[in-house]
């Protein structure tokens, strides 16, 4: 390979490396807020659906104008800015095996489709809404806190963990 070609592999690899390194966080923090808000329950039934958070939560602008160094990020490292976002989620997409996998390739594409087409992206809806809302509740007592669904709120009346 001629060094020209080699000095120009490099340069290329270099720039999508500096872009990683310099737009790490701004994908980690815009992930988290996407996936604001999803149980890890949620996932199950998301990945059987086809479907994705709502994309009203997804801001990227700040690698838009890098759209061609995000379509680079592999599938792997898509996973790792997941799990560095919100570790549960990402566990609860391990463990789904196989469907997991092919739902983070589908959610890749979807957000490399969301970076090049905004408006194209929010026309077809893949969104998905979680069937009943979840709170956090906090024991009085041991100061623990658990997450039960809204309509329940009002009727809990003891503690899973100290049981007052």
């Known amino acids: 390979m001629p060094v020209k070609k080699q000095l120009s592999k490099f340069g290329s690899r270099f720039a999508f490396e500096f872009f ?3 737009m790490h966080d701004q994908i980690v923090e815009a992930l988290r807020k996407y996936l604001k808000g999803l ?3 949620d996932i199950v039934a998301m990945v059987s659906e086809g479907r994705f958070p709502p994309l009203e939560k997804l801001d990227l602008t700040a690698v ?3 759209a061609e160094h995000f379509e680079k990020i592999s599938l792997v490292r898509h ?3 997941i799990a560095e976002a919100r570790p549960d989620l990402a566990t609860a997409i391990q463990d789904m095996g196989m469907p997991g996998a092919e739902y983070i390739a589908k959610l890749r ?3 490399i489709d969301q970076i090049k087409h905004p408006e194209k992206a929010l026309a077809k809806s893949t969104d998905y809404e979680a069937k009943e809302k979840i709170k956090l509740a906090t024991c009085d007592k041991c100061g623990k806190s658990f997450p039960i669904p809204e309509a329940e709120a009002s009727s ?3 503690c899973p963990f100290c049981g007052e």
């Open 20 to 22: 990683l390194e310099t």
């Open 39 to 41: 149980e890890p329950k």
């Open 64 to 66: 838009s104008d890098n």
């Open 79 to 81: 996973m790792e800015f």
């Open 109 to 111: 594409l979807h957000l």
């Open 156 to 158: 809990i009346d003891k």
